[in-house]
Each structure stands twice: as C-alpha cells, then as structure tokens.
C-alpha cells in the first residue's frame, strides 16, 4: 500500500516556542491531506483539511493562525505549531487521500508532541 | 451526542477466542464505515471497510453494518495475540467520524 512518512515522530520543545511537523507521501500524489489530533485515550480529531496550491479549511474550534498549514506541493504538508503551550502536547497524525473511498486515505505515523 | 461512540474497554481474551468490537453512531447520513488497527505511537492502519449495510468478510475479520440500528460490528475469529492494538472505528459521509478506540489485549 501507499505510504505517509512524517517527521519528526516526536518533538519536545519549550512553552512558546514553535514546532514544524512534516507530512510526505512518498510514492503517490496527494489531492488532500488532513491533519488530526488524538489525545490519550480520544479519538481522532480533524483539525483541518488542506489541497495543494489553497488555503486550509480549519474545523469549528481550531485556530488558523495558532495551527500554520501549508501544502505547497501534492506530496507535502507541513502543520506548523506556534508558541507551543503545554495544552497542545498531542499526537498530531496526518493523512494523505488521492481520491474516492476510504481505501485511498492512508494515514502517518503520527508525531507525539510534548510541550514543557 | 457524539458523532461515534466505542466502548474504550480495555478488552483482555485468551487467545483463540472470539472478539467483539462495536460502535454506534448518530449521523444517518454516513456512507462509509471503517475500522482501523492502531498500535501504541502510531497512525492507524485500514482493516476493512464497508459501503452502506451489510456484511464483509476478509480472513479472521468480519465487518458488519445495521444502518437501521446505527450499529456497527467487528468480529474477529481465532484472535492472536499480535492482533493485540487499539481498534478503531470511524464513519463518513463528507468527512471522517473516529470513535475513541477499543483497546485489546489477546492474552497467549
């Protein structure tokens, strides 16, 4: 099957200092990429879809300009964490859709934040 | 009202047993229903999924679907104790629902 890579697989930075988390599909093209949020013992929340070449679509609750995505390219996105702060200690997981069902959305490894 | 609710257990089996994994749902609008295998630290891994009602088999793994009753099931036959994960469950319509997981153990 395709595969998502994401790096770094886990980060621990300082209260307000900011975090790039990369997501690659390494060999397919991505229409849309999404990008979760799982706390322990939680589901998976979307925080925001993004395409290649516009702007993302945030889910009610989530702040644009506190989660940065760009996709700049169909086989990258980067979710950008600004002034980290304790509460935003999470696995982020993406994942990466080429089109129609649920058997083209392949997902990350994830990367475990942990914000001090 | 959640979108998804699952039972996050834990659930321990000996091994060989028979699990049962099950979610409800709210949204009659769902289409697709989905349930993913995630190990400890990392992204989920598509098990099966399922288009509208019914059943699906594939292997040790069965998927079943009563729209009707919003519920959905996974069962899984002879279960090993490397199909010890965290199961998810997860709905779409024009986005995709996860349920919180059912962590499992199959004890050898």
């Known amino acids: 099957g395709a595969v998502v890579s994401q790096h770094p697989s886990w980060v621990i930075c300082k209260s307000g200092t900011s975090v790039k988390i990369e997501c690659r599909s390494l060999?397919?093209?991505?229409?849309?990429m999404f990008w979760y949020r799982q706390f322990p013992k939680q589901s998976l929340m979307l925080m925001a879809t993004?395409?290649?070449?516009?702007?993302?679509?945030?889910e009610q609750g989530v702040e644009k300009d506190k989660f940065l995505i760009n996709h700049a390219s169909l086989t990258l996105s980067t979710l950008t964490v600004t002034s980290a702060h304790p509460e935003d200690s999470s696995f982020y997981i993406c994942?990466?859709?080429?089109?129609?069902?649920?058997?083209?959305?392949?997902f990350g490894p994830g990367t475990r934040l942990t914000v001090l | 009202q959640k979108e998804v609710e699952q039972d996050p257990g834990p659930l321990s089996v000996p091994e060989g047993a028979i699990v049962s994994l099950n979610c409800t749902y709210s949204?009659?609008?769902?289409?697709?229903f989905m349930w993913y295998r995630q190990y400890s630290r990392k992204g989920p891994e598509l098990l099966m999924y399922t288009y509208s009602s019914g059943n699906k088999e594939d292997g040790r793994f069965t998927a079943q679907v009563d729209k009707s009753s919003k519920y959905i099931s996974l069962f899984i036959r002879d279960s090993q104790p490397s199909d010890s994960a965290t199961y998810l469950c997860?709905?779409?319509?024009?986005?995709?629902?996860f349920g919180t997981g059912t962590s499992l153990t199959v004890i050898p």
């Open positions: 060999d397919f093209q991505a229409t849309t």
């Open positions: 997860a709905m779409s319509g024009n986005q995709f629902y």
């Open positions: 949204n009659s609008a769902f289409q697709y």
């Open positions: 993004s395409n290649e070449g516009s702007k993302a679509t945030y």
């Open positions: 994942s990466a859709n080429t089109a129609g069902g649920p058997d083209t959305q392949y």
